[in-house]
């Protein structure tokens, strides 16, 4: 073949090809992207978590998050609550409970929100939701005025307000309406049960579409139309978001952060430093291996170097935890720091020895600590690798063990002496200490993986339900406080995470929510 | 030839049988107690043993292995592949509402990948061993080798991203179909054309083509007349085979282009250990699979005697002599 010949036929291939790249350029969509100047009109949320249906009980904790649905109380900023559908809830006495709706408000559908319709949802949530019924056991509620409800409780209970915040346990539905549409999801999104400032006008299983409550009293909606779509892949969530197809994509890696930094097309924005209420707990199991001694336990508490998992490992996207309660609490106590020299003196007291290897032995026995860590949380690895090597300075063989369901693993009372588990030392409204100590450290605590049985801090649990003293409760979370982590070292909190979303230029000033996940409540 | 069918029927039958057994397997053998887990799924995160023991008896899980099989087979067979434990609703509804965008899926990357492969597979085959068939190899050769989601990945950077063409979200639509469909056809289209080369190649010198050639037919005329048809038999096997596997959805694809199939919604079954979810996906594509390659069998069989049993063409042979 001539070289003329050779020069012709490659010309032709690439005119081809180029044809071929127009043609399909041609037929592609337009990506419709938004000028950074569009004032906030319309938003679209790029979520991990689908939402199968509007069922209360099923995906109830949802509506808040996304504006469908709201509560009677509002998580905000420093620990404090604020009315939503209430007026107010006061204490007339230590069990019973004033609860004043705002007047004239309305579920979607038109149905007044009013004592009676409050007395039927809050009822059905006591008797049905098995969130609140551990917590609420033998409550009652009954209309007393108009627009006036009292809860009753079988005991004083100090968790009450934040209870009545809490998305998972009261989020208010028009319950008749509910019962006549329950288990056809159509009719559910038909019957606009919610009371939130946007109503579900489609749900499939790609995305859900809002639009405003027409006369929406409590605050008038700003967004002209809410898009909710479901994308489990976190790379095509933020990819949507630089494409100008999204405007928030929730639930990014902490790797993004690198990989978007210096780019015009997304942001990578996190809450406040210092403002960050939930992280990695390293949940300890006493009950079989080497931390059953206390001593050891207290070894891993000082021999732990919080700031550099939260500086160096992660990539500054964490707080450091300075003991188990975020230091921003007035109760929190500053009781976990890093000192390799007390975690060595701990060991060489419990009589582990370091071998030529680095690694410490007692009768002939490794200090071997499995320490599990879980594929849903990615970063929980990189946690545990990280307190592989740390924990290997003062002579301890961590084995990290990644596992698909760590709550399966973790219920094991055997095979395991710890784990990385994404969790919060307070609830979602960031009032509340006690419920997760009730979940956590008592006997019949839903997530007492390490079976802990401490009848010390089981009675100063008890003392806390029943306290509403705000100085009297900060003096016995100071005391629970000296157990769990000072004296027994059930449990110690590793990081803290600043929760983050990737943003679109135009929402680069965009608030993500300091208190709860309330995504759209600035809208 | 009516034994034959049959015995390749009863060959798909069998083979569906043992897939449905592994299939069924896959709750069996699941660690932890199902029932328990839809009962969490619901929000019942410390059943009583009643609920359990009701759950269990709902879910089919009680009495022994054959009976629960049994039972399971039947239903299946009815078309109930039971109750999605994420999102409460039945699985063929789940699954029969995402088929349509698998198949527009399916249909697309079969249509890019026929078209390339063919394209380029004549193309490698007309001048073997000169520069168009070592660029032809040369391109196959990353198309082969490079993962999907890798493929898929760079496109959305590069053809997306940077050529701001195309969307990143796809919403099932013809409209949306082009780069997911070409990231499944790149590489079964890297296969099928050197498939198609060494077919087209080995019919080339086939002595009726050799005749035809000194009768003074053009390269074009035995390309298409001769070389094509003889090559198309394997071919189509292949290609068959392809479809096949691409009608069981494309999970890794569908969820980089969050394409709305059956594919993605198993990998979230998987993520949630939905198992009805994985267990009526994987029947789906076990069933896809054995009927669509029974057919492309008999099809072969019937366009070329040659793949049809030896017996039956001694059979046919000896009557054609008669």
Redesign the interface.
């Known amino acids: 073949?001539s070289v003329e010949r050779?020069t012709r036929?490659v010309r032709l291939v690439v005119v081809l090809s180029a044809l071929t790249l127009l043609g399909?350029?041609c037929?592609?969509?337009s990506?419709d992207k938004p000028a950074d100047a569009t004032p906030v009109t319309q938003l679209r949320i790029?979520t991990s978590f689908?939402i199968?249906?509007l069922d209360p009980?099923?995906n109830g904790f949802w509506a808040p998050e996304f504006g469908f649905g709201a509560l009677l109380l509002q998580p905000v900023r420093g620990g404090k609550l604020q009315p939503w559908l209430l007026e107010s809830a006061t204490q007339a006495s230590p069990t019973t409970w004033t609860l004043q709706l705002k007047p004239e408000l309305a579920f979607q559908n038109g149905r007044p929100i009013d004592a009676a319709a409050l007395v039927e949802v809050m009822t059905f949530h006591l008797r049905e939701?098995?969130?609140v019924t551990?917590l609420l056991p033998g409550a009652t509620v009954a209309a007393t005025g108009p627009l006036t409800v009292t809860l009753t409780t079988a005991r004083p209970t100090s968790y009450v307000p934040s209870l009545l915040a809490h998305e998972s346990m009261f989020p208010i539905f028009d319950h008749a309406a509910y019962q006549k549409a329950k288990g056809r999801?159509a009719e559910l999104i038909a019957a606009k049960i919610w009371s939130g400032p946007y109503t579900v006008t489609a749900l499939t299983?790609?995305a859900m579409t809002l639009a405003p409550t027409p006369g929406y009293r409590v605050s008038p909606p700003k967004l002209e139309k809410l898009t909710v779509?479901f994308?489990?892949?976190a790379?095509?969530r933020i990819?949507?978001v630089?494409?100008g197809?999204?405007d928030l994509a929730l639930y990014p890696p902490s790797s993004a952060a690198r990989e978007l930094k210096g780019r015009t097309?997304a942001v990578y924005l996190n809450q406040d430093a210092g403002t960050a209420a939930e992280g990695f707990q390293l949940v300890l199991n006493p009950r079989t291996g080497p931390l059953a001694d206390v001593r050891v336990r207290q070894a891993l508490r000082f021999g732990i170097d919080y700031g550099q998992l939260a500086t160096q490992v992660l990539g500054g996207q964490y707080d450091t935890a300075v003991g188990f309660y975020p230091a921003f609490l007035p109760y929190a106590k500053r009781n976990q720091t890093f000192d390799a020299v007390k975690a060595s003196q701990f060991l060489d007291g419990a009589g582990w020895v370091r071998g030529g290897d680095g690694t410490r032995s007692k009768g002939g026995k490794p200090l071997t600590v499995t320490l599990l860590s879980y594929p849903q949380q990615p970063d929980s690895k990189t946690v545990a690798v990280a307190l592989q090597a740390q924990l290997r300075t003062i002579g301890v063989d961590v084995q990290v063990r990644q596992v698909?369901?760590i709550a399966?693993a973790a219920k094991n009372p055997a095979g395991w002496d710890a784990a990385v588990w994404g969790n919060g030392a307070i609830d979602w409204t960031q009032t509340d200490p006690v419920t997760p100590l009730v979940a956590n450290f008592t006997p019949s605590g839903?997530n007492n993986y390490g079976g802990i049985r401490d009848p010390q801090l089981n009675r100063l649990i008890g003392q806390l339900t029943e306290t509403f003293d705000p100085a009297t409760r900060d003096t016995l979370m100071g005391e629970a406080q000296r157990i769990i982590v000072e004296e027994k070292v059930h449990s110690l909190y590793l990081t803290l995470k600043r929760v983050p979303v990737v943003a679109a230029p135009r929402l680069r000033d965009y608030q993500v929510p300091p208190v709860a996940l309330l995504w759209v409540a600035a809208y | 030839m009516i034994i034959v069918i049959a015995r390749r029927v009863g060959q798909a039958v069998a083979t569906l049988a043992v897939g449905s057994v592994l299939v069924w397997s896959l709750l069996a053998l699941a660690?932890?107690d199902p029932a328990r887990r839809v009962l969490a799924t619901?929000?019942?995160?410390?059943p009583t043993a009643a609920q359990v023991t009701a759950k269990r008896v709902e879910l089919g899980l009680s009495g022994q292995p054959v009976a629960r099989y049994g039972r399971w087979l039947a239903g299946a067979a009815r078309g109930d592949l039971g109750t999605s434990w994420?999102?409460?609703?039945p699985v063929r509804h789940?699954l029969g509402?995402?088929l349509p965008a698998t198949l527009r899926l399916t249909a697309a990357a079969v249509a890019l990948a026929l078209g390339v492969a063919l394209l380029l597979g004549c193309v490698a085959a007309s001048a073997p061993g000169?520069?168009?068939d070592l660029a032809i190899r040369l391109a196959a050769l990353p198309a082969l080798v490079l993962p999907s989601f890798v493929v898929g990945?760079v496109l959305?950077?590069v053809v997306?991203?940077r050529?701001?063409?195309?969307?990143?979200?796809s919403?099932?639509s013809w409209?949306?179909v082009?780069l997911p469909a070409l990231t499944l056809a790149l590489a079964t289209a890297a296969t099928w054309s050197r498939i198609l080369r060494a077919g087209l190649l080995q019919a080339r010198g086939a002595p009726h083509v050799e005749v035809a050639r000194a009768r003074g037919a053009g390269r074009a005329r035995l390309l298409l007349v001769h070389d094509l048809p003889n090559a198309l038999v394997p071919f189509l096997t292949v290609v068959g085979a392809g479809v096949a596997a691409l009608l069981g959805g494309a999970p890794i694809v569908e969820?980089?282009?969050?394409w709305?199939g059956v594919g993605?919604?198993a990998?979230?079954g998987i993520?949630s250990?939905d198992l009805p979810v994985v267990q009526g996906y994987a029947l789906l594509g076990i069933t896809a699979y054995v009927a669509v390659s029974l057919v492309v069998d008999l099809i072969a069989m019937a366009v070329d005697p040659r793949t049809a049993p030896a017996s039956t063409r001694r059979v046919r042979l000896s009557r054609s002599g008669r």
């Not at chain 2, 050529?163 to 979200?169: H, P, T, Y």
């Not at chain 2, 969820?255 to 969050?258: A, D, G, K, S, W």
Request: hydrophobic share 35%; proline share 8%; no cysteine.
């Open positions: 073949m050779l036929r399909a350029g037929a592609g969509v990506t790029a689908a199968s249906d009980l099923k939701n098995t969130s551990p999801p299983p790609e779509r994308i489990p892949e790379q095509a990819l949507a630089q494409n197809e999204a097309d698909d369901d399966a839903d | 660690p932890g619901n929000n019942v995160t410390s994420v999102t409460g609703r789940e509402s995402r000169r520069w168009p990945l959305l950077q997306v991203l050529l701001a063409q195309f969307r990143v979200i919403d099932g409209s949306t082009f969820t980089v282009f969050t709305p993605r919604f990998v979230q993520t250990r």
